[in-house]
C-alpha cells in the first residue's frame, strides 16, 4: 500500500502512459503503477548508488520485472526522446525538480504530462511550469506524518492555444479585495488560492506567524532595504491574511 502522498501522485498518472520515476528511491510508485495496470511501462531513475539498488531489489526477479526498468543517472539523462509520455519527480526540493526539467530538456520531447511533487519552493516549480508552456491543471495539497505536501499536475499545451483564462492562471487573480500578482500565485498555488481547504490555511497561518516574527527583529533595524522588504512582507501578509 503506498502512502497517502504517493498514492495521490498515482491517481494523477494517465492510465495507459509510459512512465518515468525520476529520483525514484526505493521504485514504490512506478513498481505499483505497473502492478495494478495503470501503466504498461515505467522507468525508475535514480543519481546515488544506494537507492538505486534499491530499486533494483524492488523489481528484480518479480512478475514486473519486464515492465519497470531501473536506470542509474543523473535527472533526465536515463531517458531516451519520446520513450515516456508522463514523468513524475517527487519527494526533493522544488530548485531540485526544476533543474532536473532545465537540464536535459530536449528528453521532454513527447512528455504530455508531469507530476511533481516539491518538498519545498514550490514557486520554482511553478515558475518553471508558466516559463516553459506547461499548464498547471490541477493542484493537490495533503497531510501526512505532520508534514504538509503539495502536487501538481501540469500537461503540455501549445501556448497560442491557451485561453484568456489560461493566461491570467499564472498572473493575475482576485481574491476578495486583494490582486494577487505573479509573485504570490507562484508562492500560494492558483488552483489552491481559489478553494483553500484546512491544509491550505494552516500552511499559510504559521506561515504569517513567521512572517509576524521576522517584521518583530526587522522593526530594530531602518536601513531602506529592510524597508522595502518590510513592505513586501506587509502586502504578503494582506494577501494571506484575505485567505486565512
Ligand atoms: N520519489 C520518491 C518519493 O517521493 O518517495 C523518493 C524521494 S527521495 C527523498 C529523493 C530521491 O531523489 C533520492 O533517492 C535521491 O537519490 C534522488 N535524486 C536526487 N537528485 C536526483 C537527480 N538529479 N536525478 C535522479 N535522482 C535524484
Known amino acids: 500500500k503506498l502512502s497517502r502522498r504517493l498514492q495521490c501522485i498515482a491517481d494523477l498518472v494517465p492510465k495507459g502512459s509510459r512512465m518515468a520515476d525520476i529520483g525514484s528511491d526505493h521504485a ?122 503539495e502536487i501538481l499536475l501540469a500537461v503540455k499545451q501549445d501556448e497560442d492555444t491557451f485561453s484568456v483564462e489560461d493566461k491570467l492562471l499564472y498572473t493575475e487573480q482576485k481574491l476578495g479585495n486583494v490582486t494577487l500578482d505573479r509573485q504570490w500565485l507562484m508562492q500560494l498555488g492558483p488552483h489552491l488560492i481559489r478553494e483553500p481547504n484546512d491544509i491550505l490555511i494552516r500552511k499559510w497561518s504559521s506561515e504569517i506567524a513567521k512572517q509576524d516574527k521576522i517584521l518583530a527583529t526587522m522593526a530594530a533595524t531602518s536601513s531602506e532595504e529592510v524597508k522595502v522588504k518590510r513592505e513586501q512582507f506587509e502586502a504578503y501578509k494582506k494577501a494571506l491574511e484575505e485567505i486565512v
Not at 45 to 56: F, I, S
Request: net charge negative.
Open 28 to 149: 514504490l510508485l512506478p513498481a505499483y503503477l505497473v502492478k495494478v495496470g495503470i501503466v504498461p511501462f515505467a522507468v525508475a531513475g535514480e543519481v546515488n548508488q544506494g537507492p538505486y539498488e534499491a530499486a533494483l531489489r524492488q523489481v528484480k526477479g518479480s512478475l514486473i520485472e519486464d515492465q519497470v526498468q531501473v536506470r542509474l543517472g543523473d535527472g533526465l539523462a536515463v531517458l531516451t526522446p519520446n520513450e515516456v509520455d508522463c514523468i513524475t519527480i517527487a519527494g526533493m526540493g522544488g530548485s531540485l525538480i526544476a533543474s532536473i526539467l532545465d537540464k536535459d530538456s530536449a528528453k521532454l520531447e513527447g512528455v504530455s504530462t508531469l507530476v511533481l511533487q516539491p518538498n519545498v519552493g514550490e514557486e520554482f516549480v511553478r515558475s518553471w511550469l508558466s516559463k516553459h508552456g506547461w499548464l498547471l491543471v490541477e493542484e493537490h495539497i495533503l497531510e501526512e506524518d505532520g508534514k504538509i505536501y
